[in-house]
């Protein structure tokens, strides 16, 4: 039977083919489905392009394929090769404990409690799909009433899970479907959020992922840095977990993602809200406004369920999504054969605040230092800033800003030849997460920190009560927090030695 729905690897990525196209390119004799120069955008594997001797060259697919599911193999040309508005599956989520055991675990998305109802007595299981499992039953009264909820489904993959609720509310599907695909030979993962990628997903150059595989990886070429990390043997088969990046955007390296069902992309599906005003779970985005404007870009398309009027303003590779909030929840998809991307958009009074995105700042050493105001310079003058989102650091004096830095995601970005009289200012979006000052003090009681600590535990001699009325000295510990935690647990104690009271009052009360 004829395919309609056929594409090839070309140096800008997998595009859209017609038969007259690929027949210019390759005239005369067939192109077998072994040769990998077409592939079937519904299903993803190879298809061979027929010699025309008989008929019009056509595509179609081979008696050879693994896979004989193919909807347009089996209902013809008609088949859209779209996904269908609400229909998603739910997070998959690795843990790797040690180099021979994982886990997995699925993600259950929060749901309105005017949906959920009561709790009481109510249950889910999770029964896994492929082999003989024992099911896991989890209470609704262990759901998380803030963000998404993981729950572990042992650690053999299963090719899928059946979900079943102990009530008939059917409203629930929309939020949990009844059955999650899972891993019949392997799957990728991306490494930072360890969360499965879904069929078709997008991958890109330089991003490490994990391969979950029954394989041993051979062959793989010079595109193609893999790592055993983890081996795990169930009875008679084992899974193995490869650490994968792929170095340059070529065709053995698509291909090799494609195995997989990933497509390699330089401009993977992204699409996140510009307006209004939000805060934002994983998978849920809160808002109150009846309007809604949200970035979107990558090879896919946009659908709202329930379904609703979009309007689309392109600009490139990108495009500004604008349309009405007529319901209360709705989800916006976007997708190719699958759904690669959702987000549950949420109607209700925003009356509480998102929490500010924690930022690790650490010297050459690895050791974390604090925010505030410092009299010591960090080693060698440089700070080494990581933070989960994209954002700025910016350096700047009384008088002006000295520089700016870009700031990626979960990439460690190092700050040098840093001076006194400066203030370091991180941002994430515009929210100000970490700042410190460093200011010089030209008077004896200058000193590090660390050395001063030493030399008060290393105080020995006569024990002196102290009263609490000496407290006041820690206002003058403010950039002296680890001195500050030692004078603390003395005024509790109520007594130190007496040599380590007059070092204290020399660099911390006002007669100097």
């Not at 958009?345 to 050493?365: H, Q, R």
């Amino acid at each position: 039977m004829p395919l309609t729905h056929v594409c090839m690897w070309t140096k800008h990525g997998w595009r859209h083919v017609t038969a007259r196209e690929a027949e210019r390119l390759y005239p005369g004799g067939t192109v077998s489905a072994r040769s990998g120069l077409f592939m079937c955008e519904i299903c993803g594997q190879s298809v061979s392009l027929t010699d025309g001797n008989i008929l019009t060259r056509y595509f179609k697919h081979s008696k050879e394929e693994k896979s004989k599911d193919c909807p347009e193999r089996t209902f013809g040309a008609s088949v859209s090769n779209t996904f269908q508005a609400g229909v998603h599956e739910l997070p998959i989520r690795i843990n790797i404990t040690s180099q021979k055991h994982f886990g997995l675990e699925l993600g259950f998305l929060l749901v309105p409690a005017s949906v959920l109802g009561k709790r009481d007595g109510k249950t889910i299981t999770i029964q896994p799909i492929g082999f003989s499992s024992a099911s896991f039953v989890y209470s609704f009264s262990r759901l998380n009433v803030e963000g998404i909820t993981y729950w572990s489904i042992g650690d053999r993959p299963a090719k899928a899970y059946r979900i079943s609720i102990s009530s008939d509310n059917s409203k629930l599907s929309n939020y949990w479907p009844n059955v999650v695909e899972g891993i019949e030979d392997g799957a990728v993962f991306d490494k930072s959020t360890r969360k499965k990628l879904p069929y078709d997903a997008d991958v890109q150059i330089g991003h490490t992922y994990y391969l979950l595989t029954r394989h041993r990886l051979y062959g793989l070429g010079k595109h193609i840095n893999a790592t055993e990390i983890c081996t795990m043997n169930f009875q008679w088969e084992y899974w193995r977990i490869y650490e994968v990046t792929a170095t340059a955007f070529e065709e053995d390296t698509a291909r090799f993602f494609l195995n997989y069902h990933c497509r390699l992309t330089k401009c993977p599906v992204s699409v996140y809200p510009l307006w209004p005003v939000y805060v934002e779970s994983p998978y849920l985005i809160f808002y109150k406004d009846n309007n809604m404007k949200m970035f979107f870009q990558g090879d896919a398309k946009p659908k709202l369920f329930p379904e609703r009027y979009i309007n689309n303003i392109a600009t490139g590779n990108a495009s500004i999504l604008s349309f009405q909030c007529e319901e209360r929840q709705q989800m916006l998809s976007a997708g190719r054969t699958k759904v690669l991307e959702y987000l549950y958009l949420w109607k209700k009074e925003l009356d509480y605040k998102a929490e500010i995105p924690t930022v690790k700042v650490t010297d050459i050493n690895d050791e974390e230092k604090l925010p505030g105001e410092r009299n010591v310079l960090p080693k060698q003058q440089i700070l080494i800033v990581l933070a989960p989102f994209d954002g700025t650091v910016i350096l700047q004096n009384e008088k002006s800003v000295l520089r700016k830095y870009d700031l990626e995601a979960n990439k460690r970005l190092i700050v040098d030849e840093l001076k006194f009289g400066t203030e370091i200012q991180i941002l994430q979006g515009l929210d100000c997460a970490w700042t410190v000052n460093y200011i010089r003090r030209f008077d004896e009681t200058t000193v590090d920190e660390t050395e001063l600590l030493k030399r008060l535990q290393n105080c020995r001699g006569n024990s002196i009560s102290v009263s609490h009325a000496i407290g006041s000295m820690a206002a003058k510990m403010q950039s002296y927090p680890k001195v500050k935690l030692w004078f603390y647990k003395r005024v509790r104690q109520g007594y130190m030695p007496d040599k380590a009271l007059l070092l204290l009052e020399k660099y911390f009360t006002k007669e100097r």
